[in-house]
């Protein structure tokens, strides 16, 4: 059974200098527009039949982004199709600023138990280079606000590696963010992807990252201070109380199947994953007429399966368990991966016990390495 949804909200009232994510200048008409597309795609899949479903996250973009009357519109659709009631996490994404104490009641009126804040930095300036419209008083009055209205599960996204940032930066960031003793926290390090305003930049020479060096004392001074404050870490970049874990990035490092709605969105189904159309126009036209928005439709067999399982299992602090892996591909870990296994625990990047392979601490710094040591040849495991 499918016990996840993704649900993409693409609309930004500014769009940030580093982001490659889908997203369009919010219009009204245009929300509009795309919320009844949106409508469209999820009846097709789900049938307006009310399914149950462990964990929603409606993502963005900037899902607050929208007008109140277009928010509960959204909130009605994800209410026909789903039983919000069964459901254990529901998030929303939003930008501090966004969030209006009218929006907040809504949320919480139709089961909305869990805000993912996107801050980034406790630094007006950086913020501003960053293309952010919000400041840091903004994070203030809206978590005060989500507080008196009963929304506790909240988590706040931190950004490090950026322009001009220092690790006495980033020192300060974190402890801000930790001062409001929230239950989860995310931190990131800066991507320069293209097509960006910060890709732009960087081919012109006129944008400067922190040596690796740096980034990598950063993301250790990270994993300190919220050992320090109690946020264990249980995923590569995400802190938590024991309890608060996102339960719904958990079904994505579980390797388990979920839906996915709206433009570029990305689902993955028994067999196959689902890469929705980008576009507006084309989005929008395709789910009008077939429910199907579809661009690409990658056939996942067991070979994808199994380096999904590692790639995605490792990520987790606990790493990937030996039995569950043999229930689920009838394969010994050993049998599949012995000798990448031994090399890697050898590195001091992997660590084996009787149950599990997890990355240590450290490898955690090489992971992308660790992951691309787990690409399977061209073997038959359908047999």
């Given at each position: 059974m499918i016990s996840s949804t993704y649900i993409h909200i693409p609309f930004c009232e500014k769009i940030c200098h580093y982001?490659?994510?889908?997203k369009f200048f919010y219009e009204e008409k245009m929300a509009d527009q795309y919320l009844q597309a949106l409508a469209k795609e999820m009846s097709f899949y789900l049938e307006n039949k009310k399914h149950p479903m462990r964990t929603i996250f409606v993502g963005g973009g900037t899902p607050t982004a929208l007008n109140l009357t277009q928010l509960e519109y959204l909130l009605t659709i994800i209410d026909q199709n789903i039983d919000v009631s069964s459901v254990l996490e529901y998030t929303f994404e939003a930008n501090p600023?966004?969030?209006?104490?009218?929006?907040?009641?809504l949320l919480q009126s139709y089961g909305v138990n869990r805000i993912s804040m996107g801050v980034q930095v406790f630094d007006d300036h950086m913020l501003e280079n960053l293309g952010r419209l919000h400041r840091v008083k903004d994070v203030d009055q809206n978590l005060n606000?989500?507080?008196?209205?009963g929304i506790q599960n909240i988590s706040i996204d931190l950004m490090?590696?950026?322009?001009?940032?220092?690790?006495?930066n980033f020192n300060d960031s974190i402890e801000q963010a930790l001062a409001y003793d929230l239950p989860h926290y995310s931190s990131y390090s800066l991507q320069i992807e293209p097509k960006t305003i910060f890709y732009q930049r960087y081919q012109k020479g006129k944008l400067h990252k922190p040596p690796e060096e740096e980034e990598a004392k950063m993301f250790e001074l990270l994993i300190e201070k919220m050992k320090q404050s109690g946020k264990l870490q249980y995923e590569i970049s995400n802190f938590a109380e024991p309890g608060y874990e996102s339960q719904h990035n958990l079904a994505y490092w579980n390797n388990q199947h979920y839906y996915g709605f709206g433009a570029?969105?990305?689902?993955?189904?028994?067999?196959?994953r689902l890469i929705n159309l980008r576009p507006f126009p084309a989005y929008v036209k395709e789910a009008n007429l077939s429910g199907q928005p579809v661009l690409h439709t990658e056939t996942i067999g067991k070979k994808e399966q199994i380096e999904e399982e590692l790639f995605l299992g490792l990520r987790k602090r606990t790493g990937v368990n030996k039995a569950q892996f043999k229930h689920k591909y009838h394969w010994k870990i050993a049998d599949v991966y012995g000798q990448q296994i031994a090399e890697l625990v050898e590195r001091g990047w992997l660590e084996e016990t009787d149950d599990h392979i997890r990355m240590t601490e450290h490898g955690q710094l090489f992971g992308n390495e660790v992951f691309q040591r787990f690409l399977l040849d061209e073997l038959d495991f359908d047999n």
């Open positions: 982001c490659d994510f889908t600023g966004d969030l209006n104490q009218d929006k907040i009641k606000h989500l507080l008196k209205y490090y590696g950026l322009p001009n940032q220092t690790l006495d570029g969105a990305s689902g993955y189904l028994p067999g196959k």
